[in-house]
């Protein structure tokens, strides 16, 4: 009997791929919905924002055009323009600097995405080892897995300050971060991708008297691949964000996280910057997912459905 | 084609209860024409008939029960229910449904999933709760009120569909496959309480099978379909004595009526399958995709 | 940002006892040993790792400094308990005001959202989008931003950074919980001829309901990740994040260890309370799991 449970995945996956058409389609709208963000959040501007000058012009520049409300949410502080945003990337990442915001994001988005990454391997690794020792030991997975759930009750940046004490303010603390991140939706998901087979199989493979190997090799894993995936896109966002909140206590200048900082330390003459970064940093979050996405289109290519963890 | 003799009992003459006349169905892809599902089917149905629809897998005798009960659309011909369209009939709850699974909520109780109809068509409280019971009754499960659907089996579960398909008295009931994925046990212990029913309740049943002992020990007429496309190729009727028992399945007549509907399905091209079994393939895709931790 | 995973916590049935024979009252007695059983193992890896720990860094006076005894950090937590520079309880409950306010906040926006695309097919195409968008950013990149708009003293802004956080989550699994409902479900519902609001009472809720469970179990943490991050970007001293880089500064671990036991404390009576009123809610959905 087909029962209503809960879909246990804790955030929304797209649904299993779908034809081309389909895919234009959602271009499609991602593309007016970010026109109409834009749209919106200018037109707010036009109503309420403060006067409208030539673009990173000094204060004092002539007046384009005076909107007829004063809304505070709305001045340039708050709300910059669009086109400041854009223009402030070209712009010098600091006083007398050469590299431009843009360069510098760039440069600084690669940073921790290195970090990241690493986090991220290393996580995924610990994740799939956990999760086979649990697979394969009723007794480990009782003993153990409530203190991995446990784990991620703990803030990440509340132990961000800790770890980086006891491993000195590096890269390596870091690293440590975004892996504490990734390890866990990797462990719960494959924990079930691990135990998805059609249970028929298995006895197939019985009679043939295979090997816990040779099962978890021909078998369990193959079953598995649809949920690894699901929780590496997950895990890909997530070590991102260790990375970036990791380097704020540990130190690291060349990151993310530490740009975020600085230019949020300068918002009141800039907000722009800060709009740049966070814009880096999405950009950033995105194309690590679309990675994540790409290999899985080339692992599971040619395979039927995906089943989504 | 259409329905030669006239019903055993009641109700001389009157307007059928249901009457599909000339009725098509194409299923199309863009323009392409992708299975021709039903041509050119007639059937008249007398108040008080248990008419089975039996056929192929992929004959289209789904697609003509859910076209009588206003699911999907003909894509030509009429469909006429008391005197009016389906639709309306629809509207009227001139319908009640038993699908090949239970469709049973599993949030409520027993009770409660044979209430659903009735609060749907705003009965009071306590009216509901009486004709709940009456129907539970009915169906020999008074004692599993307070039960939720998964703590029943198959067979009981679908008892309790039938229940609430009987609860606001419809005036046709239409039954898509009702115990196709019952154990043959099951199966005929189930045929002998939908015949006690219909005895008792005298309601119009249109029921979709596959299995030819179960339509001859059942039915007033069996209409054989053939496939693609799918057409009513021949209506038998089944002059068996009432009521019908256990003894029926060993009478002469019995065998006799069981090899005339398979003769009209070798003609009509149809290989019967007994095995094969149409839906429910799509409610266990979603206990599928759900993995399986404890 | 974290997947649930509540059912891997509860017995599995291959573990139960069949459900026929014995009597109601024999079974439970029996249930209530298994679950004991079965978590056993769990609390004896809790005891034997509070007590690997106190042995070892009693013995080797390894890395005291950073990683102190249990007893110690008990002893911190009871030392800066109410007041003092690290007054721990005012500021977890500080914090606790930013996560509920903004988990009720996130909740409440999602929900309205899920209803919308739920009913609009052409708010579903725009917003379950959105919603994976929003998965692959990482959104506490907007906490400064959130800081400086709501002010940085203001508790708003941290309950906000929370509330975007809880939002995507409960808006995709609510949504999810509308629309995958059995297709035969709507076909009876049309037999009756129910209206599209009595389908959405009778089905749609009660279908979407585990689903909003599950999605508040995530949303739990994510509301206090959301509070922590806000504070790490600045604005009042006396919450629970704060305190943990302040008095990490300080070299004060023992402190540092209390307010992280702490805030892990608070996130599982926030997790706890939850799967509590998931289980008086939808009765019928835990038991069904572990009967059927």
Redesign the interface.
């Known amino acids: 009997?087909?029962?209503?449970?809960?879909?246990?995945?804790?955030?929304?996956?797209?649904g299993p791929g779908r034809p081309a058409a389909g895919r234009r389609?959602?271009i499609l709208?991602?593309v007016?919905?970010v026109a109409g963000i834009l749209v919106v959040w200018e037109g707010v501007k036009l109503l309420g924002g403060v006067p409208w000058r030539t673009p990173l012009a000094q204060p004092g520049a002539p007046v384009l055009w005076n909107p007829p409300f004063r809304w505070e949410?709305a001045n340039d502080?708050?709300l910059p323009h669009i086109w400041n945003i854009i223009l402030t990337f070209g712009e010098p990442w600091q006083r007398g600097a050469d590299r431009n915001v843009a360069r510098f994001l760039f440069d600084a988005a690669l940073y921790t995405w290195r970090e990241a990454a690493i986090g991220f391997g290393l996580g995924a690794l610990i994740g799939l080892i956990l999760a086979t020792i649990f697979v394969h030991s009723r007794?480990?997975e009782?003993?153990?897995?409530?203190?991995?759930?446990?784990s991620?009750?703990?803030?990440?940046?509340?132990?961000a300050?800790?770890i980086v004490?006891?491993l000195g303010a590096n890269v390596q603390s870091v690293v440590v971060i975004a892996t504490y991140?990734t390890f866990?939706?990797v462990t719960?998901?494959m924990?079930?991708?691990l135990?998805?087979f059609d249970p028929r199989a298995l006895e197939l493979m019985r009679s043939y008297a295979a090997s816990r190997w040779q099962i978890y090799r021909k078998l369990r894993l193959p079953a598995s691949v649809p949920?690894l995936f699901t929780?590496l896109?997950?895990a890909?966002?997530?070590s991102?964000?260790g990375a970036?909140?990791g380097e704020?206590?540990g130190g690291i200048s060349d990151g993310l996280g530490r740009v975020?900082?600085t230019y949020?330390q300068y918002?009141i003459t800039g907000?722009e910057k800060?709009?740049a970064?966070?814009i880096a940093?999405?950009l950033?979050?995105?194309a690590?997912?679309?990675i994540v996405l790409a290999a899985e289109g080339a692992v599971v290519r040619g395979r039927p459905g995906t089943?989504?963890? | 084609m259409t329905a030669g003799s006239g019903p055993p009992s009641p109700t001389p003459a009157a307007a059928p209860v249901v009457r599909v006349a000339g009725v098509d169905k194409t299923f199309r892809r863009g323009d392409r024409v992708v299975t021709k599902a039903l041509e050119a089917i007639d059937l008249d149905i007398a108040r008080g008939e248990f008419v089975s629809l039996i056929g192929p897998s992929g004959c289209g005798k789904s697609t003509l029960l859910r076209i009588v009960g206003d699911l999907t659309a003909p894509t030509s011909g009429e469909v006429t229910v008391n005197g009016k369209t389906a639709e309306k009939a629809r509207r009227d709850r001139d319908y009640g449904m038993v699908f090949q699974?239970?469709v049973l909520f599993?949030?409520r109780t027993v009770e409660d999933n044979v209430k659903l109809p009735l609060e749907v068509l705003g009965w009071d409280g306590a009216r509901r709760t009486a004709r709940a019971r009456e129907m539970l009754e009915l169906v020999e499960l008074g004692e599993f009120l307070r039960h939720h659907?998964?703590q029943l089996s198959?067979g009981m579960?679908q008892r309790v569909a039938i229940a609430r398909a009987l609860t606001f008295e419809p005036s046709i009931l239409l039954m898509d496959e009702p115990f196709g994925a019952l154990d043959e046990m099951t199966r005929e212990r189930m045929n002998g309480e939908v015949l006690r029913i219909w005895e008792q309740t005298g309601t119009t049943i249109l029921f979709v099978t596959h299995s030819i002992p179960e339509a001859v020990f059942l039915s007033t007429r069996v209409a054989v379909m053939s496939a693609r496309p799918g057409r009513i190729t021949k209506i038998i009727d089944v002059d068996l004595p009432r009521p019908r028992t256990e003894q029926t399945r060993e009478l002469r007549r019995y065998f006799e009526l069981v090899t005339a509907v398979r003769e009209a399905l070798r003609a009509g091209g149809g290989d019967l399958d007994d095995s094969g079994t149409v839906g429910g393939a799509a409610?266990?895709q979603?206990?599928?995709?759900?993995?399986?931790?404890g | 940002?974290?997947?649930?995973?509540?059912?891997?916590?509860a017995p599995g049935r291959e573990t139960l006892p069949p459900s026929s024979g014995s009597a109601a009252g024999e079974r439970r007695a029996l249930r209530t040993t298994r679950a004991i059983v079965?978590?056993?193992?769990?609390v004896?890896?809790?005891v034997g790792a509070i007590v690997g720990w106190e042995l070892i860094v009693g013995a080797l006076n390894l890395?005291r400094f950073?990683?102190p005894k249990p007893s110690a950090i008990l002893a911190a937590l009871q030392a800066n308990w109410a007041e003092g520079r690290f007054a721990l309880l005012p500021s977890a409950l500080a914090t606790l005001q930013e996560a509920l306010i903004g988990l009720a906040i996130g909740t409440v926006a999602g929900l309205v959202v899920a209803f919308a695309s739920a009913r609009w097919v052409t708010a579903r195409?725009?917003l379950?989008?959105?919603?994976?968008?929003a998965?692959?950013?990482?959104i506490?990149?907007?906490a400064?931003?959130l800081?400086?708009?709501f002010g940085l003293l203001n508790p708003l802004s941290k309950a906000l950074m929370a509330a975007v956080l809880v939002f995507?989550?409960v808006m995709?699994?609510v949504?999810?919980?509308l629309v995958q409902v059995?297709p035969a479900s709507l076909e009876l519902m049309r037999s009756y001829a129910a209206s599209e609001w009595t389908v959405l009472r009778k089905v749609r809720i009660p279908?979407a309901l585990?689903?909003f469970?599950?999605?508040m179990?995530?949303a739990t943490?994510l509301s206090?990740?959301g509070a922590?991050?806000g504070e790490?970007?600045?604005g009042s001293a006396t919450v629970?994040?704060r305190m943990?880089?302040q008095s990490?500064?300080a070299l004060k671990?023992d402190v540092?260890?209390a307010?992280?036991l702490l805030?892990?404390a608070t996130?599982?009576v926030f997790?706890l309370v939850v799967v509590a009123i998931e289980r008086l809610v939808i009765p019928w959905?835990a038991a069904?799991?572990v009967d059927?």
Do not use: C
């Open positions: 009997m087909a029962t209503a449970t809960a879909a246990r995945g804790g955030l929304a996956a797209t389609r959602r709208v991602a007016a919905l949410f502080l708050n007794l480990l009782r003993a153990l897995v409530p203190y991995v759930v446990a991620q009750t703990v803030p990440i940046i509340a132990l300050p800790l004490f006891a991140l866990f939706p719960i998901a924990i079930r991708g135990r998805s949920y929780a896109k997950i890909a966002t997530a991102i964000v970036i909140i704020g206590p975020i900082i949020n918002y907000p800060l709009w970064s966070i940093a999405g950033l979050g995105v690590f997912y679309l089943a989504e963890g | 699974a239970p599993d949030w659907p998964y198959g579960q409610s266990a979603r206990t599928i995709a759900e993995g399986g931790v | 940002m974290s997947l649930s995973a509540g059912p891997l916590l079965w978590y056993l193992p769990a004896a890896v809790f890395q950073v990683f195409g725009i379950l989008p959105l919603a994976v968008a998965n692959a950013v990482p506490i990149a907007f400064p931003l800081n400086n708009w995507f989550p995709a699994n949504t999810r919980g059995e279908n585990p689903y469970f599950t999605a179990k995530v943490t206090l990740i922590i991050v790490y970007f600045g629970l994040g943990i880089v990490a500064s671990f540092t260890w307010a992280i805030g892990a996130g599982i997790y959905h069904m799991r059927a």
